[in-house]
């Protein structure tokens, strides 16, 4: 939030600052009564101040706020990594140098005679 409210004064003095480059050339003739009556001082003024108050840093005032829960979005990776963690998947062993587990070897030669003889059941 501090880092927004600063973006915006930035924002706020470089829209002053081609403003007052603005006035300086005359560029803005609807205005130009408005600013004989305004003294280009108070401009500069106010420029002086603005610029000090950004020096010191800026204080932000208290607001009555309740926050609501922050939502965080994870990231593939720490999806893949909640579920193994909460065992969602089940992770099946792999060949290791070319060698099928004992279990694998086991499942597949059921699943292999279960599927070829069809009158067993």
Same mark, same amino acid.
């Given at each position: 939030?501090?880092?927004? #409210?600063?973006?915006?004064? #930035?924002? !706020?003095?470089?829209?002053?600052?081609?403003?007052?480059?603005?006035?300086?050339?005359?560029?803005?003739?609807?205005? !130009?009564?408005?600013?004989?009556?305004?003294?280009?001082?108070?401009?500069? *003024?106010?420029?002086?101040? #603005?610029?000090?108050?950004?020096? *010191?840093?800026?204080?932000?005032?208290?607001?009555?706020?309740?926050?609501?829960?922050? !939502?965080?979005?994870?990231?593939?990776?720490?999806?893949?990594?909640?579920?193994? *963690?909460?065992?969602?998947?089940?992770?099946?062993? #792999?060949?290791?140098?070319? *060698?099928?587990?004992?279990?694998?070897?086991?499942?597949?030669?059921?699943?292999?005679?279960?599927?070829?003889?069809?009158?067993?059941?």
């Amino acid at each position: 939030h501090y880092k927004a #409210v600063c973006r915006a004064f #930035v924002a !706020e003095a470089l829209e002053l600052s081609t403003f007052l480059e603005k006035v300086g050339t005359r560029q803005i003739t609807k205005v !130009e009564d408005d600013l004989k009556t305004l003294n280009f001082n108070d401009w500069a *003024r106010l420029w002086v101040q #603005v610029i000090r108050e950004l020096r *010191r840093g800026v204080q932000l005032k208290k607001v009555c706020y309740t926050r609501k829960p922050i !939502e965080y979005e994870l990231t593939p990776y720490e999806i893949l990594m909640d579920d193994i *963690r909460s065992r969602r998947y089940k992770l099946n062993k #792999v060949m290791v140098d070319g *060698r099928i587990p004992h279990k694998l070897k086991k499942m597949l030669m059921q699943s292999f005679w279960n599927s070829s003889d069809p009158g067993r059941h």
